[in-house]
């Protein structure tokens, strides 16, 4: 299996070690052709607009709107594939409002919450929040009361960077679902 990771802007070379750490060939997307032989592609944290602005200058906005490959966001790619004011690929049923904690919270750590109470560590960066979710969209994590974490079929969306962890839990558990 052959996992992508959209290498256009962002937290790229993160999202490849965690995948080649569970020994799974990682591939760097930068083109339409590069989604052809891929199970799965990462869209990693960065910042949302000039993610879009790329995207669609690659062709890549077009190929990936069409077709149905699983995809897993963390921040900015959490925005992407949800749904909010701006332009996106609205791939899970989620609203998300970005750069929600503000300047002042700018960047923080918080544990993260899992269904089976495993506590993880949370990474945030001009984080967004997802401020509701559809009744197929499933909550995995959460931070206090917040969700910060949902899956809908084989579409994974966090809102903080698991990548910047050496803990490979929402990796696997997104892996698990393309099997
Ligand atoms: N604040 C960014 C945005 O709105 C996301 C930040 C991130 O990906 N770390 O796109």
Redesign the pocket.
């Known amino acids: 299996m052959n996992i992508g990771i959209l290498a256009l802007q ?2 790229v070379s993160e999202h490849i070690s965690s995948i080649e750490k569970n020994e799974i060939n990682a591939i760097k997307v930068r083109t339409p052709a590069d989604l052809q032989n891929i199970s799965g592609l990462i869209m ?8 879009r602005n790329l995207l669609k200058n690659s062709g890549l906005w077009k190929a990936i709107s069409q077709s149905s490959l699983p995809i897993m966001g ?7 594939i949800g749904k909010c004011q701006d332009e996106t690929f609205g791939k899970i049923d989620m609203i998300i409002d ?2 929600y904690y503000g300047r002042q919270k700018d ?1 923080f750590e918080k544990n993260i919450r899992m269904e089976n109470n495993k506590i993880f560590k949370g990474v ?5 929040a997802i401020t509701s979710i559809g009744n197929k969209t499933k909550p995995i994590a959460w931070a206090d009361d917040d969700i910060v974490g949902c899956i809908e079929g084989k579409n994974m969306a966090l809102t903080f ?1 698991p990548e910047l962890t050496n803990d490979l839990t929402f990796h696997k558990l997104w892996l698990e679902r393309l099997k």
């Not at 990693?44 to 993610?51: M, N």
């Not at 945030?124 to 967004?128: G, L, T």
């Open positions: 962002g937290a990693p944290g960065g910042e949302s607009t000039t993610l963390t921040c900015a790619g959490a925005i992407l970005r750069n960047s945030f960066i001009r984080a967004p960077h």
